[in-house]
């Protein structure tokens, strides 16, 4: 009956798509023999097929391809049934007991007859132990007939490939011979090959999900993309959880009562109960193996309202027509938050499980997608992060994530995020300050002077600092480019020398870049985010709004008498104004106070339309300081709406 069923659903697939075949006939026009159909067709035939195979949980013989074009091997799975008496199914149906599965990944310029060879190695192997189980079973006790004895010696499987019913030579390479339409011939079994399924593979869910707080599906693709793929969400009760387990060891994962959406918001009665999120690639209309996953932890009560919303209510809708919204954001990396000295001195006033990223970066997530920035800027970014949980839930929301890391092996770094449907990446202009700084002649009568103090020069060229630097350009303007900068400078507080000379630095090269994009006959912007390390009484804020830093100007001396330099004046040519003013401060914590993050812009081709109000003194204070269970970082995002001019 359920080889009766195969067969109807494969009637029932060629009547849809109106095809009708006979054995040694033509069929609209394209050449057929017995099962071979027009690719597409048959693909999708054969893809109906496999999604009643994992539904019917019947084990068929199968062959699947994986051809990745950066790969230069091709990865070859074959499931096979060794059951003599049908090639896919036992007579009743079941799953035949002798399966056998192997891989193998061979180079696609290699002849056929060599992968072919390796198949049929492994299937004499896996037939020569199913004869030896069953002499055994006999005890030795009779003696064995003349027609065993025949078939032991003739008990090479034969194999071949076919296309289109014709054998193939085996002196073709891989590459020529593995592709979508052909068949693998094992014995008296054709099997359709599967090349390049979609497929996916999820990552597990976070231990802690919050209610009231969006959670995204973070994946690897293959042979799809996210937008293409079904997600499916459901929540269960604890006493269900060994059972939905069950059924994903057994790849036959239950979707009813599930609901499909690209993420998953748990309400007030989810609170307890466990998460199953499964996810069906596919291709257009081929589908793959389903995948599922389940929560580790139940769901956690969430912290209730959030200073953040009430910022959101100025920022329900995107930016108006003629304008963009920018953010920046240092986001308090995992890599300093937990720490020893952090947990006991530097933020001892917030909760340990407050603190940790785990909780951290839903409330980071939710924040970060309220102000529905054009333009975002990170800092403090780990990579996991980014990768993990920033990168999967807002490319779903249709932005574009570039990350770069800072120099010498450090974890985190800047992050930036371009909405598609208003912007399109012209470039990428990324530096490494202290690099840009050494060798790019831009840059080399500052150098020259840096270079006469030793201890100087060693300091700048030890920081980590980078410049991420991405031209965009509008896309219903795309005379109008937005040099999108930044950046985070060194921390230390004797160190304000270090920043101003890379401050400079990394103008020159804005400047430089601007100024190209200018000759394409462009209008090109600067907005320069970032967390600068620079209070608005220090040189690097004169320096962006003044345009000059005298060479006796007080912060040549942070670092003593030792680095002193006394010989650098300093300018820029750009009209900079800070766009979100000059705040009380955007770093909050409880032996800490100052404003260290801006959005520079070059006020001559852009204005300010709206800044987004920050959270009031009494909010930032009402448990101690930041962060806390509802500020998720030390700093504050700045948000502001821009236009040109």
Partial sequence: MRLFGVFKTTIQLLNRYNFSFSPLHSCRSRPVHRTIFSFSLYQKTLCALCDFHYKSKTKMSSVSVKNFQDDERLHIHLQ???DPKTPSLSPDGAASKSLVKFTLSRMKTEELKFAIERLRINLNKKQSKKTKSKKAKKQNSETPSLKETEEDLSNEIPIKVLHHGVILDDTVLNETAWVEGALLKVGDQEIPMIYNLPGVKLEKLPQRILEGFPLYPAAEFEFTT????????????????????????????????????????PQPDDVGKYLLLACVPKQGEIRGKVEAVVSPWAIAEGPGSCPFE??????????????????????????????????????????YDALQMDYRKHLLLKEIIGYKADLLCLQEVDKHIFSSHLLPALSTLGYTGLFMGKARQVSEGCASFVRQDKFRILNSHDIVLSEFLSSDPLCADIWDEVSKVEPLRECIMERSSVLQMTAVERVD?????????????????????????????ALRHIQAVCDAYTLEGKTAAMVFCGDFNSAPHLAVYQLMTSQLVPSDHVDWASAGEEQLLTSLELCQPMNILSACGTPSYTNYTSGFQATLDYVFINADLLEVAKV?????????????ALPNRVFPSDHLALVCDLKFR
């Avoid at 009760?237 to 059972?243: L, S, Y």
């Avoid at 480019?481 to 270090?498: D, E, Q, S």
């Fill in 80 to 82: 096979l049934s060794l």
């Fill in 226 to 265: 996210q937008d293409q793929c079904e997600f499916y969400w459901k929540t269960f009760e604890k006493e269900n959880t060994d059972k939905v387990k069950l059924q994903i060891s057994r790849e036959s994962v239950d979707l009813d009562g599930t609901f499909q959406a690209s993420s998953f918001t």
């Fill in 310 to 351: 009430a910022r959101h209510e100025h920022t329900k809708h995107h930016a108006e027509y003629s304008c963009f919204r920018v953010m920046t954001y240092n986001i308090l990396a995992e890599v300093y938050s937990d720490t020893e000295f952090s947990r006991d001195h530097l933020f001892n006033y917030c909760p």
């Fill in 477 to 505: 303007q795309p005379n109008r480019v937005v040099c999108l900068c930044n950046t985070h400078l060194y921390f230390h507080p004797t160190a304000c020398n270090v920043r101003l000379i890379l401050a400079a630095a």
């Fill in 612 to 624: 987004v109000p920050l959270p009031s003194h009494e909010e930032v204070t009402a448990n101690i």
